[in-house]
C-alpha cells in the first residue's frame, strides 16, 4: 500500500554529451629544396716568411744571463749553460820567515887531547967497492 504523500520514482536514463577531436586532412603542402652550382674565382694573397737560423759559437764566461735582443732584421736568442768547474788552485795562507844571526862568543873550557906525530929518519947508505 502506498501512501498519499508518496511520490514514485523511476529511474530514467541520462543522456551525457562527450566531445572529442580528431584530425581530417584537408590538404597537403610540400617543401622542396634545390641546390644550384655556381663557379666562383676566390682571390687571396698569399704571403711566405723564410726564416734563416744560424747558431753562432760564443764560448765566453758571462756574469749575468743576456737578454734576447734585436739587431736590425735578427733576432739574437742567447743560449745560457751553466758549468761546475772543479778546480785546484794554491792559495798562499801564510809565510814563515827565518832569520840567521851571526854571533861570536870566545868560550874556554878544559879538555884532554891526543896528538900522534911521526918522525922520519933517513940513513945514507954507503957502496963499498
Not at 24 to 42: D, F, K
Not at 45 to 61: K, M
Not at 74 to 81: D, K, L, Q, R, S
Request: charged share 40%.
Amino acid at each position: 500500500m502506498q501512501m498519499p504523500d508518496q511520490e514514485d520514482r523511476f529511474p530514467v536514463t541520462e543522456e551525457v554529451l562527450t566531445v572529442d577531436k580528431r584530425t581530417v586532412p584537408s590538404g597537403r603542402v610540400r617543401v622542396e629544396t634545390r641546390t644550384e652550382t655556381v663557379t666562383a674565382l676566390a682571390e687571396a694573397a698569399l704571403e711566405t716568411h723564410d726564416v734563416e737560423v744560424e747558431r753562432v759559437p760564443v764560448g765566453r764566461e758571462i756574469d749575468t744571463i743576456p737578454e734576447v735582443r734585436t739587431e736590425g732584421d735578427v733576432t739574437i736568442v742567447p743560449v745560457v749553460e751553466e758549468r761546475l768547474v772543479v778546480e785546484r788552485r794554491l792559495v798562499l795562507r801564510e809565510e814563515v820567515h827565518i832569520r840567521r844571526r851571526r854571533s861570536v862568543e870566545t868560550v874556554s873550557a878544559p879538555v884532554e887531547l891526543r896528538r900522534q906525530q911521526v918522525v922520519i929518519s933517513r940513513e945514507k947508505i954507503t957502496h963499498k967497492e
